[in-house]
């Protein structure tokens, strides 16, 4: 079964400093894989997709199949990056079950 | 993009009762997810909701506990049945493509006791 781990519970990085959000998954197949955030006070949303390989927010993830990683990065934090943040997978073919990680809470000090 | 309210945001019942939660949007959506977030957990799929249809359930969640309508393209409702305390979670409506989440509402917060 498809899985997603994301190692750090909490990551606490200085405003302007670069920050890496770590995201391992597994799944035999070819997923398609996601970040979503949540703010505070604010409801979950999705922040990026692999496939669309875009950038938002100054926030990149690049899916590495060899890795089986899809870390999601920022060289420049900014306190307003603080929230948390979850990695999910979608397996292919679509019809499976939608599986997100654990989360990571990021804190960007002042 | 989609705007989704859910009613009630929050509610504290007794143990063995039940609770209906209502999922709302502003357009019509094809797929629509019911998510469960327990205390310090990630999401959990409990079903999809499928317009004029039964609703289909992830694995270890059951119609009987969690029964689910969806009437039309912009409504649905979960309900959690003869709650137990472990059913204190956050209930999130979703509404995606394919087995894609991509907008959330605002979750009811369900505490039991």
């Known amino acids: 079964a498809q899985r997603v781990t994301q190692p750090e519970k909490l990551l606490s990085v200085f405003k302007g400093a670069p920050v890496e959000l770590k995201c391992n998954y597994s799944?035999?197949?070819?997923?398609?894989l996601f970040w979503y955030v949540q703010y505070s006070r604010q409801r979950l949303q999705l922040l990026l997709r692999?496939?669309s390989r875009e950038s938002i927010k100054g926030f990149t993830a690049d899916l590495n199949k060899g890795e089986t990683s899809f870390h999601l990065k920022k060289p420049f934090a900014q306190e307003e990056d603080s929230a948390m943040y979850y990695c999910?997978?979608?397996?292919?073919?679509?019809?499976?079950?939608?599986?997100f990680g654990p989360g990571t809470r990021l804190s960007v000090l002042p | 993009s989609a705007v989704i309210s859910q009613k009630p945001s929050r509610d504290i019942c007794q143990r063995g009762t039940s609770l209906t939660i209502q999922c709302q949007v502003d357009s019509q959506v094809t797929m629509m997810f019911w998510y469960r977030q327990q205390p310090g957990q990630s999401l959990t799929l409990i079903a999809t909701a499928n317009q004029g249809s039964e609703a289909t359930y992830e694995s270890g969640f059951v119609i009987d506990k969690f029964p689910i309508s969806r009437p039309n393209l912009t409504f649905s409702t979960l309900t959690v049945s003869n709650m137990s305390p472990e059913d204190s979670s956050i209930y999130l409506c979703?509404?995606?493509?394919?087995?894609?989440?991509?907008?959330f509402g605002p979750g009811t917060r369900l505490t039991v006791l």
């Open positions: 999910a997978l979608s397996p292919y073919p679509y019809g499976q079950n939608f599986v």
């Open positions: 692999h496939i």
């Open positions: 799944y035999s197949g070819s997923p398609e």
């Open positions: 979703s509404v995606g493509r394919e087995t894609r989440p991509q907008f």
